[in-house]
Nanobody, 123 residues
Framework: QVQVVESGGGLVQAGGSLRLSCAASGRTFSSYAMGWFRQAPGKEREFVAGISWSGATYYADSVKGRFTIDRDNAKNTVYLEMNSLKPEDTAIYYC?????????????????WGQGTQVTVSS
């Protein structure tokens, strides 16, 4: 069982920045693919960014150039740096773990999830 805990959400004005953190348990964290997803009210959960065990990164078109995913295997932590935030980025952000294989866009490909952290961007 892998425990996943997100932190770093909050309220920010449009154009501002936030950095989300996700700590995951497990001795083999360095081999996990990690993903960030988000879910806005009334919408389905969607892929935001993913990072492979080797550090290869993937982004949704809507956040490309504004968000950066990174990982620190020594701390069992993955980060999501969010810049130039827009009101449409408002959502609950979830971190997910895919123990085997690379990151995927589909949320069903991930085995473990955090409880989510709220990000609100005001206009």
């Amino acid at each position: 069982q892998v425990q996943v805990v997100e932190s770093g959400g909050g309220l920010v004005q449009a154009g501002g920045s936030l950095r989300l953190s996700c700590a995951a348990s497990g001795r083999t964290f360095s081999s996990y693919a990690m993903g960030w997803f988000r879910q806005a009210p009334g919408k389905e959960r969607e892929f935001v960014a993913g990072i492979s065990w080797s550090g290869a990164t993937y982004y949704a078109d809507s956040v490309k150039g504004r968000f950066t995913i990174d990982r620190d295997n020594a701390k069992n932590t993955v980060y999501l740096e969010m810049n130039s935030l827009k009101p449409e980025d408002t959502a609950i952000y979830y971190c997910a773990v895919r123990p085997k294989g690379g990151p995927r866009v589909g949320d069903r490909e991930y085995d473990y999830w955090g409880q989510g952290t709220q990000v609100t961007v005001s206009s």
